[in-house]
C-alpha cells in the first residue's frame, strides 16, 4: 500500500484558506485518494476523494496533480469548528476489501 | 450512509480481565472493520470482520488477544482479553457504505489499571 506523507500540524486563522498537502510517492493506478477528518472523541469521518484533477464539495476541495503524486485539501474559510485531525489516505478502491491504512494525520488548530 | 452505535462508550478495567465491545450497524454491511488508536496517535487496523468466516488480523493482532464475532451482517463484537495498561486506547468499529466511504462508530475509550 501507498504510504503518505502530511504535515504533522498547521496553524490557521478563522477565515483564512486552508491548504493541507500530502506526498503519496508510491500511488498505484488504481489508487484514489481519499481525505477524513476526525474530531476529538469522535471517529474519523469522510470528507472527499478524487483520482484527477479536483474534485469540489460543500465541505472542501481537492487538487491532484497530473502525476499523482501528491494532493492537497483546500478548506475554505476556516472557522474554530474546522479544529481538527485530517487524514490523507491512499485508497485501493476494491470491491470486498476496504481496510484503509490510516497515516499519522495533520492536526489543524484554527485561532479566533 | 451509515450510523454505528458502539457500546460501551467508555470503561474502566482491572489488568487481567476482558472487555467485549459491541458494534451495531443500521443497515446490512458486508465488511466491518476494527481499528485502535492510542493516545494521541492514528488509527491502527486490528481486524475485519466478515460474516459468516473468521476475522482476518493484521500483522501484530492475534485472535486469542483480540476474538471478534460477526453473527449477522449488522453486528460484530470485539474482546479484548486478559488486559494490560498497554491496551488503554479508544477501540473504534468501521464499515463501508454509501459507495466507498468508511463510516466510524464514535469509540470506545477503554482505560486499564
Known amino acids: 500500500l501507498a504510504k503518505t506523507t502530511q504535515p504533522i500540524s498547521m496553524d490557521s486563522y478563522e477565515g483564512q484558506e486552508v491548504n493541507i498537502t500530502c506526498s503519496h510517492n508510491?500511488?498505484?493506478?488504481?489508487?484514489?485518494i481519499t481525505w477524513y477528518q476526525q474530531f476529538p472523541s469522535q471517529g474519523p469521518r469522510f470528507i472527499i476523494q478524487g483520482y484527477k484533477t479536483k474534485v469540489t464539495n460543500e465541505v472542501a476541495s481537492l487538487f491532484i496533480p497530473a502525476d499523482r503524486k501528491s494532493s492537497t485539501l483546500s478548506l475554505p474559510r476556516v472557522s474554530l469548528s474546522d479544529t481538527a485531525v485530517y487524514y490523507c489516505l491512499v485508497d485501493p478502491v476494491q470491491r470486498g476489501r476496504r481496510a484503509l491504512t490510516f497515516g499519522s494525520g495533520t492536526r489543524l488548530q484554527v485561532q479566533p | 450512509s451509515a450510523v454505528i452505535s458502539q457500546k460501551p462508550s467508555r470503561d474502566i478495567c482491572q489488568r487481567g480481565t476482558s472487555l467485549t465491545i459491541q458494534c451495531q450497524v443500521d443497515?446490512?454491511?458486508?465488511?466491518m472493520f476494527w481499528y485502535r488508536q492510542q493516545p494521541g496517535q492514528s488509527l491502527t487496523l486490528i481486524a475485519t470482520?466478515?460474516?459468516?468466516?473468521?476475522?482476518?488480523?493484521e500483522s501484530g493482532f492475534v485472535i486469542d488477544k483480540f476474538p471478534i464475532s460477526r453473527p449477522n451482517l449488522t453486528f460484530s463484537t470485539l474482546t479484548v482479553s486478559n488486559m494490560s495498561p498497554e491496551d488503554s486506547s479508544i477501540y473504534l468499529c468501521s464499515v463501508e457504505s454509501g459507495g466507498e466511504k468508511l463510516f466510524f462508530g464514535s469509540g470506545t475509550q477503554l482505560s486499564v489499571l
Open positions: 508510491n500511488i498505484a493506478t488504481n489508487d484514489y
Open positions: 470482520a466478515n460474516q459468516g468466516s473468521e476475522a482476518t488480523y
Open positions: 443497515s446490512q454491511v458486508t465488511m
